[in-house]
């Protein structure tokens, strides 16, 4: 018999090798005097002061652990939400959440889905559960629900679904998000990632609360990073049946939320007038950059979150790597979206009224239309 060889040092999983690391967003420009960062959808509007105020409370009590089972925070966004505070689940950023259910629902040999133009999070989460990523096709840089459908095996364990997507800004009605849902099989679970849900304005969608309140199959994620501005302090939920719930529990770390972050979420939910305040500025800019943009002879797709995916000229000195390199030189950085399949596009995240004009005047003398 031949002698097995083995390593000489401990070697991770073959998924985990497969992975590429997430790139996130830049938040340096060398050289440039200030810098104006648009690449992380971060609201700029910041959070809430009643947020800040209870985060820096909490400095006083950084010796004990927090509150394992964030029993406040859950039931501070079921009243907000209408929802049962026991089939929400807290975690670390919705991040933390989509590679829970990686976990608790995937393993060697096990298929999950998302789509094209996706998020890279759920191609991470399920190599990293030692799963085989599934790319479904995407129509107009908008999920397909039949190319979707089409994708499913007997081996296909979690569909991910962000509603609005990130990076391209778009979105699936409640009917199609629907049609999917009937679609599938009760065996495989539909991971509805809402995490740009607050600042969608069409009569059409839904965030999915409903769906994942009947079906045994649906979770509904949102975060806190976003609308609320506390993506510094890491913190998302989940709303899903019972007997996911419960699973969740069971691999989640105990103590998963800091108690800053439970603090500061709880008051952050509570201050609705700054999220109106942040919808109304989101919405103002995402109807005038748009134009903006579209005028100067790019392309930009239809969003209905808080950023917009400009697509550039394939031609030299045009492209979106020039742009992207005039951008950064005055301290402007976008989102490189080549990872997500969109070599020749930038994402902009929506910033402040004097950024976003900044912007459109960089990309205007770039276009030779100044
Ligand atoms: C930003 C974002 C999230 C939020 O991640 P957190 O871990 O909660 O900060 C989730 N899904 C998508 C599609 C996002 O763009």
Redesign the pocket.
Known sequence: MPATVLPDRPLPRQGVIAIEAYVPGKSTAPGAAKVHKLS??ETPLGPSPKAIAAYRDNAGQLETYPDGSASRLREAIGARYGLDPERIVC????????SLLANAYIGPGDEAIFTAH??L?YKIAILAAGGTPVVAPETAFTADVDAILARVTPRTKLVFL?NP???TGTYLTFEEVKRLHAGLPPRIMLVL?A??AEYVRRNDYSPGLELAAISQNVVM?R????IYGL?NL???WCYTAGHVCEALHRIRGPFNVNGAALEAGIAALADAAHVEKSVAHNDTWLLRLTKEIEKLGLVVTPSVGNFVLIHFPVQAGQDAASADAMLKAHGVILRQVAAYGLPAALRMTIGTADDNRRVVALLATFMGRA
């Open positions: 992380s959808n975690g670390a950023g919705s991040d933390e959440i989509l996706g998020f999070v962000a997507n990130n990076p990632d995490a740009y994620t975060t806190f990073s976003k993506a890491r913190l998302g």
